[in-house]
């Protein structure tokens, strides 16, 4: 098991094993006068996460947030469980997404529908622990929480992934979790792909918060997918021209009337992206290869069905959803 690494002053990276894969899902933890953690992961993850917690010199105790970029389950799934060891922990999350905390049946439902494909078994992700509403703090774009003097951290509203998405910059290191509003840094940074997730996925959200980001001028980038970078700046553009890239695919076939196969030729271009991880990350690219990639396939063509209204009726195109 990987040890956590600090990444930055104050700041650990806990290696989640997302899904029992190495690399693939970072859970960070602030160490300052007050503690908070970015994001749970999923409840299967939890043993680990606490385990890193404590291998930090930090007691789950003494942990006062729990920030959740945004609900879904590989992000914000294990809080409720997690929560249970940090008894004076409160769970921070997104206006939109708090709801969902407190009774998370849509929540499980909706994730299923999303991976409908089957081949993934979620029965443990569907045991999901509801979250006391006096244990939730709803917040909102420009809303701060002071962890030190010289730890102030801002929420921004980051939507696009999902609606209900934020990001957290941090002043002390002047870093910025990006949860997964810039996509997936994996493989050692060599590989950027970006997840379009059913059902709330919306391009044009997602390049005007990568904008948004951009404008920040952060030294550094926690990806929730995985690990810390540097690279800000190259990072947030290479994430602005794969969404690009989609959507001069989508523009070519509505102009040749060529929608049907679209979604292959998106699929191809997604799973060609990832081929640097074949030889030292087999494991992780066949993951993102079998599932997140056409999961973002899906969720891509369902926004520009529903929000583009361009007709994909054909079989393979959107429908699954
Ligand atoms: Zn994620």
Redesign the pocket.
């Known amino acids: 098991m990987a040890r956590p690494v600090e990444v930055a002053e104050n700041v650990s990276m806990i290696d989640d094993q ?1 899904y029992s894969i190495p690399q693939h ?1 970072s859970v960070y933890l602030l160490n300052e006068k007050k503690k908070a953690l970015i994001d749970s992961g999923p409840v299967t993850s939890a043993r680990v996460v606490l385990d890193g917690i404590r291998e930090s010199g930090v007691r789950p105790e003494d942990i006062d947030y729990l920030i959740v ?2 609900i ?1 389950l ?2 914000g799934g294990g809080a409720g469980l997690l929560i249970k060891n940090m008894p004076k922990a409160r769970v921070v999350v997104h206006h939109r997404g708090a709801k969902h905390l407190i009774d998370p049946t849509r929540l499980v439902s909706s994730a299923l529908a999303a991976l409908s494909r089957g081949e993934r078994d979620l029965s443990q992700e569907t045991e999901l622990v509801p979250i006391e509403a006096e244990r939730i703090k709803a917040v909102s774009d420009g809303d701060t929480i002071e962890l030190g003097e010289q730890q102030v951290l801002r929420i921004i509203e980051a939507p696009g ?1 999902a609606p209900h998405e934020l990001c957290v910059y941090e002043s002390r290191n002047n870093g910025l979790f990006s ?2 509003a810039a996509g ?1 840094s994996v493989a050692e940074n060599k590989v950027l792909v970006m ?1 379009n ?1 059913p059902p709330s996925f919306d391009a044009d959200l997602s390049i005007a918060t990568l904008k948004r980001l951009m404008a920040l001028k952060a030294s550094r980038i926690y990806f ?2 995985f690990g810390m970078s540097c690279e800000v700046q190259p990072k947030l553009q290479l994430a602005i021209d794969t969404l690009q890239a989609w959507d001069d695919i989508m523009t070519e076939a509505v102009r040749e009337d060529a929608l049907d196969g679209v979604a292959e030729r998106l699929l191809i271009q997604a799973v060609t992206a990832l081929a640097p991880m074949r030889k030292g990350w087999p494991v992780l690219y066949e993951y993102l290869a079998k599932y997140d990639m056409p999961m973002s396939v899906d969720g891509y063509l369902k926004y520009y069905r529903d929000k583009r209204g361009v007709e994909l009726n054909k079989r393979g195109n959107g429908e699954s959803n």
């Open positions: 997302l899902g970029t945004h879904h590989d992000h992934h949860g997964d997936l997840v997730a929730a997918h």
